[in-house]
């Protein structure tokens, strides 16, 4: 397994950036992360009085939505406050982090989710980044095994729901869970999780995929063949539209499948989306997305902020893998998008929004929940963008490990 890790001074060297430019953009960074430690403070302290609970929503009425560990947004929270304490070095984020990351432990043994990467490796594994805690590569380790029982190698792919009525389920975001696969991979030497996420990657480009480079948000397989037999949408307008988080979750997968292989056919495919997502006449020029790009109703529909923030971060990190023309492309729409989220149009007042940094996220339109509010999710991603371009104009490494 080759693990990539390319620093923000060989980009600047050979991407020209004005200085000017780039202490602007860095000084709206650096402010927007104090203000994230400012509402993640005040969100830490009203979820001291939930036990057992972390942040998901708000609902219509503007009141705090809070969800079991067991759903699959419960790891952002724990993991956005690990990011803003590897920011600030400061004491208090740090025990917060350490207690919202315990509520989420009981989901290293969770095999009824492929979210459990989402669960464990945003909470434990920035954890153990940052901090080198044997205990929390002990949890990552059960978290993986626990993932690995849903693979099913006939199809080659992990199983993402159950009880449904598709026979064998696999929707674009379980490609993110292949992080903890590829992260226990190396951390345990365990080969067969790297193994897992291989296959699984390989057969999702094989069938999710459009020539355009958009994907479908969901594939179901024949067990006995482990055929595609099933193109269909969940959270999308149409089977045949293109799911604003669905494009989000493959460009990000798809780089950090190169990051973790050096197969150039995944870094390929996140080019190939992101030439979809950058080239689509109906992204706005601020360049956050509508949350299907194919709904008739555009412009007069709903943003996806968690989309353009997820997005955004790939972008970064895509940057680096790329010749210099599409580096600096990848990284002044990352810029745009930074700007435009960290404006008044999308970021919220400090003690406002619920404590959620964001507004404006769409979670599941034809599903009829969480339309047009803040999501834990696009808060986590915003603040991973913020990191990761901070890290690129101090000239650090992406990926900073204890």
């Not at 057969?203 to 037999?229: M, W």
């Not at 979809?276 to 555009?298: G, Q, S, T």
């Not at 996806?304 to 997005?311: E, K, L, T």
């Not at 745009?336 to 919220?348: D, E, G, K, M, W």
Request: charged share 15%; glycine share 6%; net charge neutral.
């Amino acid at each position: 397994m080759i693990r990539k890790y390319f620093f923000g001074l060989v980009l600047l060297l050979s991407v020209p950036v004005s200085q000017a430019r780039a202490e602007s953009l860095l000084s709206l960074i650096d402010h927007n992360l104090s203000f994230a430690i400012k509402q993640d403070s005040l969100m830490a302290i009203t979820m001291l009085h939930y036990p057992g609970r972390l942040p998901q929503t708000i609902n219509r009425q503007g009141n705090l939505v809070t969800c079991s560990p067991t759903w699959w947004v419960s790891g952002f929270f724990p993991g956005s406050l690990w990011y803003l304490y590897e920011y600030s070095k400061d004491k208090h984020l740090e025990s917060y982090a350490q207690t919202f990351t315990q509520r989420v432990a009981s989901q290293q043994y969770n095999t009824d989710t492929h979210d459990v990467g989402f669960m464990i490796n945003c909470s434990f594994g920035n954890g153990y980044r940052i901090t080198g805690n044997p205990a929390y590569k002990q949890v990552l380790e059960n978290a993986a095994h626990s993932l690995s029982t849903r693979f099913n190698p006939v199809v080659g792919c992990i199983r993402s729901w159950n009880g449904t009525q598709w026979e064998y389920p696999v929707i674009i975001d379980n490609m993110m869970n292949l992080e903890l696969l590829f992260n226990v991979a190396h951390l345990s030497g365990d080969k067969r999780y790297g193994q897992i996420a291989v296959s699984h990657a390989n057969k999702t480009l094989e069938n999710q995929f459009r020539p355009n480079g958009s994907c479908f948000h969901l594939v179901s397989y024949d067990t006995i063949t482990g055929r595609a037999v099933a193109h269909k949408t969940v959270q999308g307008y149409s089977d045949s539209s293109s799911w604003a988080r669905g494009q989000a979750w493959a460009l990000y997968a798809y780089t950090m499948c190169y990051r973790e292989t050096g197969d150039m056919a995944y870094l390929h495919q996140a080019e190939k989306v992101a030439s979809f997502l950058l080239n689509n006449p109906h992204l706005p020029k601020d360049k956050i997305p509508y949350w299907d790009f194919d709904d008739p109703a555009i412009p007069h529909t709903y943003r996806d902020a968690s989309a353009g923030a997820v997005i955004c971060s790939a972008l970064i990190e895509l940057s680096q893998y790329v010749p210099r023309e599409k580096a600096k492309e990848y990284l002044q729409v990352a810029a745009t998008q930074i700007r435009t989220l960290s404006s008044p149009a999308f970021r919220a007042k400090l003690g406002g929004n619920g404590d959620f940094i964001l507004m404006h996220s769409v979670g599941n339109l034809p599903g009829h929940t969480e339309i047009d509010v803040p999501l834990t999710y696009a808060d986590y991603y915003y603040i991973e963008a913020l990191t990761r371009y901070r890290n690129l104009l101090l000239g650090k490494p992406l990926f900073p490990r204890k």
